[in-house]
């Protein structure tokens, strides 16, 4: 049996990780520009949503998996995956084609994360882990830091295109490595795919996404989404691997855990695709300046968690979730109030850099907090679901707000919504006339303002249920005996 080479296998991993934040913070950038080119403003939100619910579905199959055939069989599959749909995303010529590809990068992103972490686990032991998920926080900053920039730069001297053709050079890397440097000896396990689970979950999220998204026309989806739920939680209880165990909520922890985290990411994500939006179309920045908004946040987010982790020893749990999310607070509070057309472009910044500290210290705190909550033999999967909570709130979040943001440019039935998209062209619109342009800036500028005071409730009520967060012992309290009884 060969042996893994673990400096090579955690720089493979690194890059993985890389590629995901950079993904991130580079589309985020550039998609004004692809909606000025391609139009399509009112699907602006799947492009990031489609993404987020496919990477999102597929974590807890992609985990079975990689207990089933081996971790580095399913990383390199997600990899390439991510890769086609990358590649595939780059080429594409329409907004419908856009959001397929996407969907289809999301659900190989959906194994990247995930897998990656577990192998760091396997490689390390538990004080090794604190050293080495401190370089994987440096790996998030330092792309949060060079995404912006780099998105910007592209998107001005090459075309938007190569935003998503930058991601093969790093993913072939990353393959190579893991391909000569790791190696593992696969112990086979009996387990169940939870097939029905995961198909009535991802209906569920879908129908949701398009009642919220509907805003007043699509509402069909809503009382879908209630039916949808009700029999995912029904075969939940019967599944002998279900996708998520109901009997993990009677931990307070994870019950609080979950609502915070889902209401926190449906202000970040909303946060990272539409503050670059509001800077560009309504501000006239460049999209350089668009997605250097995002950065402060981007890199206050693992600086508080690394401060975090240190802090608590000494603090506990409850005064950082508390403490962050009441950053978070101020963070949107501020865009609610100041951001408008004549806002300076330092307040954004300031804001985001704000957000980004409280989410570093609150999800830090929370999650750590869930995985002492429970015994080793629930902490997988109490983490996963933790992680699935924060990305479905995002999506539902981005969702919702891009149903805002287009019933408002929908108000005016003389006005055509293809015409928001030259908002979005380097010219800002100035083709269009003079009165039509005004009408479509303060319909878009209106739109943006409700889904900054959207962000705003959205970590107001995270930041209440973190008032109720409970006590919780360094030490496991809760043992899968425990969650297993009877209701």
């Not at 401190?134 to 935003?163: C, D, E, N, Q, R």
Request: charged letters at 10%.
């Amino acid at each position: 049996m060969r042996t893994t080479h673990r400096p090579l296998t955690t720089l493979a991993l690194a890059l993985s990780l890389f590629m995901a934040a950079l993904e991130a913070t580079v589309v985020s950038t550039a998609m004004p520009t692809v909606v000025g080119e391609l139009g399509g403003i009112q699907h602006y939100a799947w492009v990031f949503t489609a993404y987020m619910l496919s990477s999102t579905i597929t974590v807890p199959i992609y985990g079975k998996l990689a207990d089933l055939y081996g971790r580095k069989p399913v990383l390199l599959f997600g990899i390439g995956l991510f890769l086609v749909g990358s590649i595939a995303s780059g080429l594409s010529t329409s907004m419908a084609m856009l959001i397929v590809f996407r969907t289809i990068q999301g659900l190989g992103a959906g194994a990247m994360q995930p897998v990656a972490l577990t192998i760091i686990g396997d490689l390390y032991t538990l004080e090794e882990r604190a050293k080495v998920q401190g370089a994987f926080s440096a790996v998030w900053g330092v792309a949060g830091l060079i995404g912006p920039i780099t998105g910007g730069f592209i998107v001005k001297y090459l075309t938007w295109h190569w935003v998503f053709f930058i991601n093969v050079p790093v993913g072939v890397g990353c393959v190579i490595l893991l391909m000569r440097a790791f190696h593992e000896q696969v112990q086979r396990k009996p387990q169940q795919l939870d097939y029905m689970g995961a198909a009535l979950l991802t209906a569920w999220v879908v129908a949701l996404l398009v009642g919220v998204q509907g805003v007043g026309m699509n509402l069909w989806g809503l009382p879908l989404a209630a039916v949808l739920l009700a029999a995912f939680v029904a075969v939940e209880r019967k599944a002998a691997e279900p996708i998520i165990p109901m009997t993990i909520f009677k931990v307070p922890a994870i019950v609080i855990s979950s609502i915070a985290g889902a209401l926190f990411s449906a202000a970040m994500f909303g946060a990272t695709t539409y503050v670059p939006l509001f800077v560009q179309a309504v501000l006239r920045g460049t999209p350089t300046e668009a997605g250097g908004m995002i950065t402060p946040m981007i890199v206050g987010w693992p600086l508080a968690a690394l401060v975090a982790g240190r802090l608590l020893l000494k603090t506990g749990f409850r005064p950082l979730i508390v403490g962050g999310l009441g950053l978070t607070v101020i963070g949107t509070s501020l865009m609610a109030l100041l951001l408008g057309p004549q806002a300076p472009k330092l307040l954004p910044e300031v804001a985001m850099g704000l957000f980004g500290i409280g989410m570093g210290f609150a999800s830090t705190a929370l999650l750590i907090a869930v995985q002492t909550s429970v015994g080793w033999e629930l902490r997988g999967v109490a983490t996963a679901s933790n992680m699935f909570f924060r990305t479905i709130g995002g999506a539902i979040g981005v969702g919702l707000m891009g149903g805002v943001m287009v019933s408002q440019l929908l108000k005016d039935p003389n006005v055509p919504i293809s015409a928001a998209n030259a908002l979005m062209s380097p010219d800002h619109g100035q083709d269009l006339p003079a009165d039509l342009l005004a009408t479509l800036s303060g319909a878009l500028g209106t739109g943006l303002s409700i889904n900054f005071w959207l962000m705003c409730a959205f970590t107001v009520a995270a930041f209440a249920a973190g008032l109720f967060f409970p006590k919780v012992s360094r030490t496991a309290t809760v043992s899968a005996t425990d969650v297993a009884a009877p209701h």
